[in-house]
């Protein structure tokens, strides 16, 4: 006769256990062989960009990676694992963005400036994402996604209007805490050969608050309450049949979600040292989103890594890499006009189609269904 | 006679424009299984689902425990204890079949004893107990959405056909896992069209049509007086043994 499954305690303990690696990734491994490859050399190189690449624009992208890790997981979380379709989650990642820069243009250029800027952000966020949450989760989801994007698009004008606070179009530039100006030098010799400065040092607080989060939001997706957030997902009236109250848990998913978003928000920030209505608040950067959350794999967590590294290394190497593509098949009709850099959004729009056909699942479903294959 | 545990008096309901509950009454006795039957389209799950609050009432009672849940929400008239299994082997696919049991016992772990109990009526369950729910065939996967009903002990079992589009092998393992949970004691109202299932397991029995109770008594007279088998449901138990 089979013997009888341990009893799960909780949801920790339903998945098998394995070590520290396992406890870190809340036993979620990535399942594929390439999978593990392709995110130890994203977190690998994101580590060492210092290091590895000079001058100001793979740091800069560097950066722009580990913000969109923490802001596309939680879209993910939003979307993949509760089935929630938001076109607010740009507003919060702003309110992040302002949370900062009116507390260190405000204030003065210190952590204490820094931190009331943050948590008066992380406050703001969590009170409109209650209020959203529980005036209109329990629409139909069209419905949501509709008040939504009116909430979000009636905050962008807000701030543009608002310029006494926000700086309105022009946004706020402001000053940084002196740890993280480039004018600050923590050692008097290079580290392997390059002078850490204050630049490297708020690099690495990008770098390591989006680690953080990424893996507390992977813990949260892994926890009794992500499961439950997943069977809503699936069939809400399963669900509440169960005994669980769908607005609650989705409400509470929202602000979770919300509130990652103001930490990224905050991280871009600090690291342009500038705030304004298109950096954070533009639609624009909504899509973007949406994109990386379906080319990385919706409901993976792992795919916001790949997604956000891919598409803003196409964003920022795309245009370098046509030029350098035309350049190359001057001679040849036709094909130098097609591959010019002014193209680089069309050739952006056919990379997207092309990966939703062959990976519907996204990148981490293709390489997991591989796996099993 | 104990007094029953559910009560429904003179509920209707009305979906969208549509009349489909005229009046239903009718009492669920406390550790008896009640088959509630009748025609496709008579109500029988209206009835199951207006209990869980799914649809609501538009007038009448229902009282459970001499609490009225009329126009209680879904999640408190479950975690009222009473468990629902709609016919649509109601299973979260994406989870696991650990998972799916862990989700509906939401009072702590499960009991030990209680997941021996409950594997022993499902043993199939056991083999995929870490894979995807989605992978069950369709028999396992009412088998899990049973066992999830059973995850904790509640006070009111509520099952819309289990036996439905499932291979007569697969009915005669749920026929014996409804007697091993009448043994136990539990309370169940049990929606089957399946008459020899009907026959097999019911203490009582509730016949429906047209959105009414039309006729209400134990089982086993139903069984033995085929002129009103006929009249009621228009077949006989010997046809379909």
Known sequence: MTATPAIPASFDEARPRGGLLAGLLSSDMPRSRALSFILIAIVLVLALTPFLFSGSQPLSTAAKICVFIVLVASYDLLLGYSGIVSFAHTMFFGIGGYGIAIGLEKLGADWGSAAIGLVAALCTSAILAIAIGLLSLRVRAIFFSMITLAVA??????ASQMSGITGGEDGLSFQLPYALRPAFR?????????????????????????????????????????????????????????????????????????????????????????????????????IDILLMVVIGGMGTMYGAIIGAALFVLAQSYLQVLMEAGSKALAGIPLLPNL??????????????????????????????????? | ???????????????????????????????QLTMLLGRNGAGKTTTLRTIMGLWR?????I??????????????????????????????????????????????????????????????LKRFWNLPAGNLSGGQKQMLAIARAIAEPRRLLLVDEPTKGLAPVMVRSMIEAFRALKEAGETILLVEQNFYAASALGDNVLVMD?????????????????ALQQRLLGLSLDAHQ
């Open chain 1, 153 to 158: 698009s009636a905050m962008a004008v807000l």
């Open chain 1, 186 to 286: 923590p050692f008097a010799e290079p580290v392997f050969g390059v002078m850490i400065n204050g630049r490297i040092v708020a690099y690495y607080l990008l770098f390591f608050v989006a680690m953080g989060m990424f893996l507390l939001m992977l813990r949260i997706v892994n926890s009794p309450f992500g499961r439950v957030l997943q069977a809503i997902r699936e069939n809400e009236f399963r669900a509440e049949a169960l005994g669980y109250r769908v607005v609650a848990y989705r409400t509470a998913a929202s602000v979770i979600s919300a509130l990652a978003a103001t930490v990224a928000g905050a991280l871009l920030a600090l690291w342009l040292r500038y705030n304004g209505p298109d950096t954070t608040l533009s639609f624009a950067i909504m």
């Open chain 1, 339 to 373: 591959i010019h850099p002014d193209r680089w959004l069309l050739w952006l729009g056919a990379l997207f189609v092309i990966s939703v056909y062959a990976f519907p699942g996204g990148i981490v479903g293709r390489l997991r269904q591989g796996k099993r294959n």
């Open chain 2, 1 to 31: 006679m104990s007094e029953p545990l559910l009560r429904l008096q003179d509920v209707h309901t009305h979906i969208g424009p549509y009349h489909i509950l005229h009046g239903v009454t009718c009492d669920i006795p406390a550790g």
């Open chain 2, 57 to 61: 009432a538009s007038s009448g009672s």
């Open chain 2, 63 to 124: 009282r459970f425990d001499g609490r009225d849940i009329t126009r209680c929400s879904t999640p408190s008239v479950a975690q009222g204890g009473i468990a629902y299994v709609p016919e649509s082997m109601a299973i979260f696919t994406d989870l696991t079949v650990r998972e799916n049991i862990v989700l509906a016992a939401r009072s702590g772990p499960v009991d030990s004893a209680r997941l021996d109990w409950m594997l022993g009526l499902f043993p199939a």
């Open chain 2, 210 to 226: 047209d959105g009414r109770i039309v006729h209400s008594g134990a089982m086993s007279d139903l069984v033995a007086d085929q």
